[in-house]
């Protein structure tokens, strides 16, 4: 085949990205933000993105301690009941040489 009878293939497509659609007025509020900033409003969108997936990283870490949720569970369940004690108290019955700490 010469050169010139050489059909060539030529795909083209895109992938398209999932865009989160932000309403109007948080959309301004960050364009305002931004402004002051002098930041791009991605990256300020990349910032809040780290932060809340930080925030939920530290969540899981503590559910991850053996026993810790149900141990909160409890204390809430005993501060509703009024089974709670003062600071003072506390610091009467507790072990902790180092009183600063309570």
Do not use: C, W
Request: net charge positive; hydrophobic share 35%; glycine share 2%.
């Amino acid at each position: 085949m010469k050169k010139s009878e050489r059909s060539v293939l030529n795909f083209s497509f895109s992938i398209k990205r999932p865009s989160p659609t932000i309403p109007e007025a948080k959309k301004n509020l960050l364009k305002a933000v931004a402004s002051l900033e002098n930041k791009k409003m991605n990256d300020i969108l990349v910032d809040l993105i780290d932060e809340y997936v930080a925030r939920r990283k530290e969540t899981l870490d503590l559910l991850s301690v053996p026993g810790l949720l149900d141990e909160v569970r409890a204390s809430s369940r005993e501060f509703r009941q009024g089974k709670t004690i003062s600071i003072h108290d506390a610091r009467k019955k507790s072990s902790i040489h180092n009183k600063s700490y309570i």
